[in-house]
């Protein structure tokens, strides 16, 4: 797979070819990266790609839902899941008093979301496969026990329907507030995805900017194929805490550096990894398929989701 | 000497007056040696009523403490045999990992530890007890190794977290603590787990998925060290404190919270005041929770050990639904 990244399969089948992400509503958008102003016209039919210097903005959940999977295939599970605050968190700075509960419900209002990873179910070219997508702007798609506890369950749903699994990564790591709590996720998501392995189905981890911290040292570093979208920040320890304990600026550590170092499969631009995803999971999946696709396209129909497909 | 921490003042101020007593020997007028032996009597229920109400932070200095036992002080005191095993076998020896085959009591099993260094040199040899990925690669091969030969394992923890470097980057520093997580989830042996001072974050958790979880009573256990949490939230190291209290990281706040199975009790003032006594709690509490979890069939452990992970995790069920996408 590692071909990929030097030689992506050029496809023009509209099967396969992926929509533009909605439109955000400014006329310009400068690049984080290389600072070019892109026309936002442009840059959302290049999905969110610089054209300059290939900069892959973050995407929200949905989109990337809306990116990767079969139109109106998702359902989404278990979305009313929320954090709680186990600990009493109280953020107290000189400036600032902030309890973690205040923190909790902001970002729910200001981002739309229950939390910071979106869960489901969904096919792409009608494979049907579990996922998990993370959304870097709930709390920096940091894992508590609700993210830790949804993925989780994304995992066993793979186990349970025996479909492979997907999850998309964009975290800055363990949550800070609910201390013990969220190392422990680590563990927990770690040993569904070491259950899920016993079952002998796939898991494809795939790694977007940025992937930090407790997530990338547990089910980011497990999958039998983990991909990462060109540039993403991919590393163990955070930019924030290398500053503070270094006193240097922190080296550029992205998904060409961990491909360099042998630590992922390949580096996919975000146009191609719908497709990629697709010849993966049949070729890792010819058995289970062929038993449980159809059964399970079946089975949707009398699903639990909780909303419909978008 | 014994107190030098912040919170211990008055303890060290006890303990001056005592040695002041003491040094005049065999010239101990009796009024003295009452006065002596009210002032140990005084420094004991101190003591007593200091470390019963540790604060998180305060916990977090004794779990520090320079003279605190490590991981070798206690293979020393409580095995009858212990052969170190170096390395990964695909790059290097970790110094700040410390493992191999041990008898304890009647038991052979696997100890996989944090290493810290006491002085300066050693704790350089010791990276200050942060390994680097070939340590938990070197932790891995030998917790295969113990599945292998019928070993239980059981681990030390104590670090601050594992090194954060480049080169740690470059050889997957990520990877290997995920790739012991995956491992430890499903090792067909009991393993038990024992902060005896610092558990910092992932590096800690590498060593740390067990059957049994236990913790020293002054000890800690925590997502990020308080410094890093605080650089984290408030993007300022100098918040340690207020990170620590806010996170509840020590072990008996841990416990409060069933996050841990069971404390095992200090000696007075701290492990460091009484090497012997610690070692001997371990021990007994090592061999105790052996016995248990000995007596349980494979797929029973593995499967309680699977529930203890899948049930951590406090979350709730939001009473509107809030699905606006986009």
Same mark, same amino acid.
């Given at each position: 797979m590692a071909k990929e990244a030097a030689d992506p399969p050029t496809s023009t089948s509209s099967n396969t070819q992926a929509r533009p992400a909605l439109p955000s509503g400014n006329l310009v958008v400068k690049c984080i990266r290389c600072k070019e102003i892109l026309i936002a016209r442009e840059w959302e039919k290049n999905l969110k790609v610089c054209s300059r210097c290939n900069y892959h903005f973050k995407l929200s959940a949905y989109e990337r839902i809306e990116l990767l999977v079969d139109p109106d295939s998702f359902v989404e599970l278990d979305a009313d899941i929320v954090s709680v605050d186990p600990l009493h968190f109280v953020s107290r700075t000189k400036d600032e008093v902030q309890a973690y509960v205040t923190k909790l419900n902001d970002e729910r209002k200001n981002v739309g979301l229950n939390e910071a990873v979106v869960i489901g179910h969904a096919t792409i070219e009608q494979l049907p496969l %579990?996922? !998990?997508?993370?959304?870097?702007?709930?709390?920096?798609?940091?894992?508590?026990? %609700?993210?830790?506890?949804?993925?989780?369950? %994304?995992?066993?749903?793979?186990?349970?329907? &025996?479909?492979?699994?997907?999850?998309?990564? !964009?975290?800055?790591? #363990? &949550?800070?507030?609910?201390?013990?709590?969220?190392?422990?996720?680590? !563990?927990?998501?770690? #040993? !569904?995805? %070491?259950?899920?392995?016993?079952?002998?189905?796939?898991?494809?981890?795939?790694?977007?900017?940025?992937t930090t911290g407790g997530v990338t040292a547990s089910f980011a570093m497990l999958g039998d194929v983990i991909l990462a979208e060109p540039g993403a920040l991919v590393c163990f320890t955070g930019p924030r805490v290398i500053e503070q304990f270094m006193h240097v600026k922190p080296p550029e550590i992205n998904s060409e550096f961990v491909l360099q170092h042998g630590m992922i499969d390949a580096v996919v631009h975000r146009r191609d990894l719908r497709q990629a995803l697709a010849r993966l999971i049949r070729m890792y999946s010819p058995g289970i398929l062929e038993k449980n696709s159809q059964e399970f396209v079946q089975h949707i129909g009398e699903s639990d989701g909780l909303r419909p497909g978008i | 000497m014994a107190y030098d921490l912040e919170f211990e003042k008055p303890l060290a101020e006890l303990e001056k007056k005592i040695i002041a007593l003491q040094r005049k020997g065999d010239r101990l007028k009796p009024d003295e040696y009452k006065q002596l032996q009210d002032t140990e009597r005084e420094l004991r229920r101190r003591t007593e009523e200091i470390y019963k109400n540790l604060s998180s932070w305060e916990t977090v200095q004794v779990a520090r403490h320079k003279d605190r036992p490590y991981s070798e002080d206690y293979i020393r005191l409580m095995c009858e045999d212990f052969f170190e095993l170096h390395g990964d076998r695909s790059f290097s020896d970790d110094h700040a990992i410390v493992a191999g085959p041990a008898k304890l009591g009647d038991e052979h099993v696997m100890l996989v530890c944090h290493q810290k260094g006491r002085d300066m040199k050693e704790k350089q040899f010791r990276n200050l007890g942060m390994p680097h990925p070939e340590g938990y690669r070197k932790a891995g091969r030998l917790m295969q190794q113990a599945e292998k030969f019928g070993f239980p394992v059981i681990c030390l923890i104590d670090t601050p977290g594992a090194f954060l470097g480049l080169a740690d980057e470059e050889r997957g520093q990520s990877e290997a603590i995920a790739a012991n997580l995956h491992l430890m989830a499903r090792l067909q042996l009991p393993i038990i787990a024992v902060v005896i001072g610092e558990g910092g974050s992932g590096g800690a958790l590498a060593i740390g998925v067990a059957d049994r979880i236990l913790m020293l009573e002054y000890s800690i256990y925590t997502v990020a060290m308080p410094e890093a949490s605080a650089s984290i939230l408030w993007r300022d190291k100098g918040f340690a404190p207020q990170a620590a209290e806010a996170m509840r990281i020590s072990a008996k706040e841990l416990k409060a919270i069933d996050l841990v199975d069971e404390l095992i009790p200090e000696p007075l003032g701290g492990a460091h005041h009484n090497y012997r006594l610690a070692a001997d709690n371990l021990k007994v509490a090592l061999l105790k929770n052996l016995a248990e979890l000995k007596m349980l069939p494979v797929d029973e452990l593995l499967e309680r050990r699977y529930q203890k992970f899948r049930n951590i995790g406090k979350f709730g069920i939001a009473s509107e639904s809030l699905t606006a996408p986009y």
């Amino acid at each position: 797979m590692a071909k990929e990244a030097a030689d992506p399969p050029t496809s023009t089948s509209s099967n396969t070819q992926a929509r533009p992400a909605l439109p955000s509503g400014n006329l310009v958008v400068k690049c984080i990266r290389c600072k070019e102003i892109l026309i936002a016209r442009e840059w959302e039919k290049n999905l969110k790609v610089c054209s300059r210097c290939n900069y892959h903005f973050k995407l929200s959940a949905y989109e990337r839902i809306e990116l990767l999977v079969d139109p109106d295939s998702f359902v989404e599970l278990d979305a009313d899941i929320v954090s709680v605050d186990p600990l009493h968190f109280v953020s107290r700075t000189k400036d600032e008093v902030q309890a973690y509960v205040t923190k909790l419900n902001d970002e729910r209002k200001n981002v739309g979301l229950n939390e910071a990873v979106v869960i489901g179910h969904a096919t792409i070219e009608q494979l049907p496969l %579990a996922l !998990a997508i993370m959304d870097f702007r709930f709390i920096g798609g940091s894992m508590g026990s %609700a993210v830790g506890e949804k993925i989780t369950r %994304a995992i066993e749903l793979g186990i349970e329907k &025996r479909i492979p699994v997907l999850i998309s990564s !964009a975290s800055g790591g #363990a &949550r800070m507030q609910e201390g013990l709590y969220s190392l422990m996720q680590m !563990a927990k998501t770690s #040993a !569904a995805l %070491a259950k899920l392995g016993e079952a002998k189905i796939p898991y494809f981890s795939l790694l977007t900017d940025p992937t930090t911290g407790g997530v990338t040292a547990s089910f980011a570093m497990l999958g039998d194929v983990i991909l990462a979208e060109p540039g993403a920040l991919v590393c163990f320890t955070g930019p924030r805490v290398i500053e503070q304990f270094m006193h240097v600026k922190p080296p550029e550590i992205n998904s060409e550096f961990v491909l360099q170092h042998g630590m992922i499969d390949a580096v996919v631009h975000r146009r191609d990894l719908r497709q990629a995803l697709a010849r993966l999971i049949r070729m890792y999946s010819p058995g289970i398929l062929e038993k449980n696709s159809q059964e399970f396209v079946q089975h949707i129909g009398e699903s639990d989701g909780l909303r419909p497909g978008i | 000497m014994a107190y030098d921490l912040e919170f211990e003042k008055p303890l060290a101020e006890l303990e001056k007056k005592i040695i002041a007593l003491q040094r005049k020997g065999d010239r101990l007028k009796p009024d003295e040696y009452k006065q002596l032996q009210d002032t140990e009597r005084e420094l004991r229920r101190r003591t007593e009523e200091i470390y019963k109400n540790l604060s998180s932070w305060e916990t977090v200095q004794v779990a520090r403490h320079k003279d605190r036992p490590y991981s070798e002080d206690y293979i020393r005191l409580m095995c009858e045999d212990f052969f170190e095993l170096h390395g990964d076998r695909s790059f290097s020896d970790d110094h700040a990992i410390v493992a191999g085959p041990a008898k304890l009591g009647d038991e052979h099993v696997m100890l996989v530890c944090h290493q810290k260094g006491r002085d300066m040199k050693e704790k350089q040899f010791r990276n200050l007890g942060m390994p680097h990925p070939e340590g938990y690669r070197k932790a891995g091969r030998l917790m295969q190794q113990a599945e292998k030969f019928g070993f239980p394992v059981i681990c030390l923890i104590d670090t601050p977290g594992a090194f954060l470097g480049l080169a740690d980057e470059e050889r997957g520093q990520s990877e290997a603590i995920a790739a012991n997580l995956h491992l430890m989830a499903r090792l067909q042996l009991p393993i038990i787990a024992v902060v005896i001072g610092e558990g910092g974050s992932g590096g800690a958790l590498a060593i740390g998925v067990a059957d049994r979880i236990l913790m020293l009573e002054y000890s800690i256990y925590t997502v990020a060290m308080p410094e890093a949490s605080a650089s984290i939230l408030w993007r300022d190291k100098g918040f340690a404190p207020q990170a620590a209290e806010a996170m509840r990281i020590s072990a008996k706040e841990l416990k409060a919270i069933d996050l841990v199975d069971e404390l095992i009790p200090e000696p007075l003032g701290g492990a460091h005041h009484n090497y012997r006594l610690a070692a001997d709690n371990l021990k007994v509490a090592l061999l105790k929770n052996l016995a248990e979890l000995k007596m349980l069939p494979v797929d029973e452990l593995l499967e309680r050990r699977y529930q203890k992970f899948r049930n951590i995790g406090k979350f709730g069920i939001a009473s509107e639904s809030l699905t606006a996408p986009y």
